[in-house]
């Protein structure tokens, strides 16, 4: 469905800062809350997309009522507000429509990135992915993928799901969801897995 492809799509609000989308599209933009901590940094202005893609085993198909009837009913009980937003990301979605490729992140993420613009930062995202990829091993190669690229690296993952992160770090918070961000493999910052609030590291 490639819906985290479409950020700069978005609006954003941490209270006391608000972010409009980049692009401003011809359906109304989801505005996604956070709360963050006071040490935080917040952008000034959305991010830039020159180009984007994205991987996936089995790609929903948004034009599809049966598939997308699937995907609303994994929302989790008690968090029937994300109904709204997953609606208005998936129209945006429909309109523009982002490029999305079926394939495995463990082996075809190279061939991928090699198709980014000359000049551009490449940018490679994931959330709440590694946790399905259930062999250590496999996802220590997808790490080293990735470091071979010249590009950014941003994840948001279980920590256990995260390749290399020494015992401090994962002993820093009691055992839970918390979420835990990381920048070329670097741990940055706490944060809920649906986005509602962000903690800054600043250990």
């Known amino acids: 469905m490639g819906l985290c492809l479409l950020s700069d799509r978005y609006a954003y609000d941490y209270g006391h800062t ?58 989790w009980p008690g968090e029937e507000y994300r109904l709204a937003l997953l609606r208005a990301a998936c129209e945006i979605a429909r309109v523009d429509r982002p490029q999305l490729i079926a394939g495995d992140l463990r082996f075809d993420l190279p061939e991928l990135a090699a198709q980014a613009p000359p000049g551009a930062t490449l940018v490679v995202f994931h959330t709440a992915v590694l946790g399905y990829v259930r062999d250590s091993e496999d996802r220590a190669a997808f790490a080293r993928s990735v470091a071979e ?12 799901s995260i390749p290399g992160l020494p015992e401090h770090v994962l002993r820093e918070r009691p055992a839970g969801d918390d979420f835990l961000q990381c920048v070329d493999g670097q741990p940055s910052a706490w944060a809920d897995p649906h986005g509602t609030w962000i903690d800054l590291r600043t250990s």
């Open 18 to 75: 608000q972010i409009p989308p980049g692009v401003r599209g011809r359906t109304s933009a989801p505005v996604f809350c956070c709360r963050p901590s006071p040490a935080t940094p917040l952008p000034e202005r959305n991010v830039e997309v020159v180009w984007r893609a994205g991987l996936d085993l089995q790609p929903v198909d948004l034009t599809d009522p049966v598939q997308v009837a699937w995907l609303e009913a994994l929302i």
């Open 149 to 160: 690229l010249d590009a950014v690296w941003i994840a948001n993952e279980g920590r256990q």
